[in-house]
């Protein structure tokens, strides 16, 4: 016998096929009634079901594009709907909840939910979901469009690599790009953390908005909070006028938090407020201020042992690292230095006007060396070797010796060594080889001098003199 709910959702008027469609699965009928109301502004035919089986019921008579689904359900647990992913493969699945939990909004997203609301649900963030919502065979055709052409090319996104390391990395944006899930990116200084970032920005239903990149480390520790949050006009000496946070900027689009455990303490909190509740204040308001935004965070310290050294909460970890993808060093893909290097002289002529090529002594110079800056350290020498080439032919001539190559000079590493033990060891070796010259150390290691010096004062040594000419 039909239910309540069910005629609810017969009696939905009958629309073109092509009309998206959503289903509601809430046992609260004045709100799932509300919801649909919602829903229908947004250009959808909707059906409601008040419990699993009537959602399993609407699922056989017809897949929707789009499931917003209750997670308390009187027949049991929403998740429930998720063991049935492989049958209803094509179905994008909202996960709303008034009982959230750092445990439940984390298997949802990993089951693959395409996004997660919090009861009672916004208007503002239910629209910018359904805006976002794609159709899965599209984004499928996608990935494996752009797989194909790293296996040819090398090419994925904005990524550049045939390692096996790197195609790795690939699956894994492939399969998280398309989620609403948080994304840890842990990698070394230079080694592409931002580029995976935008990649999985450019694959993701937030392509059309913005992607906003922040270095936390750069940012002087007095105007974090006006940055991250915005500010009201005479909050504080030198507030002259209303500023507009990142969290502001980039809504509807995706915040990417480089070097994440630089991060003040203090910070880290309203941080981990504004991921579980969506909302923010600026310095100097007492007005609640809704946000949505999909944060990715990086950093190229190990993290756990930024938690254990308390560099990050640990309830903050737990909400940023749903999803981590760890980046390799160039060193672990020396196989990728000749594509990269080609790739940055190619965007060089372009800008240039020029036609220079890699000669043969050139690539083999460049295979060599260890590469303690990754992949910015490798872009900033081919740079280089542009500028001193004197004809069209890029010959191993015109690449600088700022530091020896692997086989000049190596550091041994211990299995079991930490990110962090292994970073300063590299950082104290690199500044060694330079004779103590702290701009070019950090330029080889293809970080910022702020960031060498913070290093160097938490090493309780200032690692020698800069080197006199």
Partial sequence: MATANSKAAAASPVASRNEPFALIVEDERD????LAELVRE???????AGSLAEARQQLVMRLPDVVLLDLMLPDGS?????????????VEIVLMTGHATLETSIQ???LGAADYLLKPVSPRQLKAVLNRIGRPAEARAEIAGLQHVADREGRFGHLRGRAA????VYTQIGRVAGTAVTVFIVGESGAGKEVVAQTIHDLSRRRKAPFLAVNCGAISPQLIESEMFGHEKGSFTGANRQHRGFFERANGGTLFLDEVTEMPPELQVKLLRVLETGTFMRVGSDELLETD????????????????????????FYRLNVFQIRVPPLRDRLEDVELLARHFLDALNTREGGARKLDASAIEKLSQYAWPGNVRELRNVVQRAYIMADGESITAACIPFDAPVRSAQSITIQVGTTIEAMERQLILATLESVRGHK???AELLGISAKTLYNRLREYGSDAGEPARD
């Avoid at 947004?42 to 409601?48: H, L, M, V």
């Avoid at 944060?295 to 903050?316: F, H, K, S, W, Y």
Wanted: without cysteine; charged residues 30%.
């Fill in 108 to 110: 949802a997203l990993r």
């Fill in 42 to 48: 947004e250009g959808f035919r909707t059906a409601i």
């Fill in 78 to 90: 929403g998740m429930e709907l998720f063991g049935e992913r492989e049958e209803h493969g094509s």
């Fill in 293 to 316: 935004v999909r944060i990715i965070a990086a950093t190229n310290r190990d993290p756990a042992q930024a938690v254990a050294t308390g560099r990050l909460r640990e309830d903050l």
């Fill in 439 to 441: 701009e070019k150390a």
């Fill in 165 to 168: 390391v790197m195609q790795v």
């Fill in 31 to 34: 709100a799932a009634q509300a």
